[in-house]
């Protein structure tokens, strides 16, 4: 069984390089967003299939923190990863108090990401 990811990201660039980061039979992307409204939006529609929510800190439409909150309020026992770049530690603490269970930070290599996955998971075993 794959554990299914929503990746959040403004940047393509981003969006593209999780995917490719995640590539192997473990994961699923089950679908993705470029901005924290349509991450609500896709969470509503696809929630029971996604296990984690890669979510990127800082977009320009619905930040990562009120996409978070929001996903949330929907699924308290929703995941959710924050992305975010070197030097974001106030964004990372609003991150933290609207629910994030975790955090990588940009850039990041690979085994990170799979890491921080596999962290959450466990923490619920």
Same mark, same amino acid.
């Given at each position: ?7 959040? $990201? ?12 995640? $590539? ?6 089950? $679908?993705? &967003?470029?901005?924290?409204?349509? &991450? ?10 996604? $296990? ?14 009120? &996409?978070?909150? &929001? ?55």
């Amino acid at each position: 069984m794959s554990i299914g990811i929503l990746i959040v $990201d403004d940047s393509s660039y981003m969006r593209s390089r999780l995917k490719s980061a995640l $590539d192997d039979d473990t994961y699923e992307i089950v $679908d993705e &967003a470029q901005n924290g409204a349509w &991450a609500v939006q896709k969470y509503k529609e696809h929630g029971d299939d996604i $296990d984690i929510v890669l979510m990127d800190i800082v977009m320009r439409k619905a930040n990562g923190v009120k &996409a978070t909150a &929001a996903i949330k309020h929907l699924d308290k026992d929703a995941r959710v990863i924050m992305c975010t770049s070197v030097g974001q530690r106030k964004k990372m603490e609003l991150a933290a108090r609207a629910g994030a269970d975790g955090y990588i930070t940009k850039p990041f290599d690979d085994d990170e990401i799979v890491r921080a996955i596999e962290s959450i998971l466990s923490d619920e075993s």
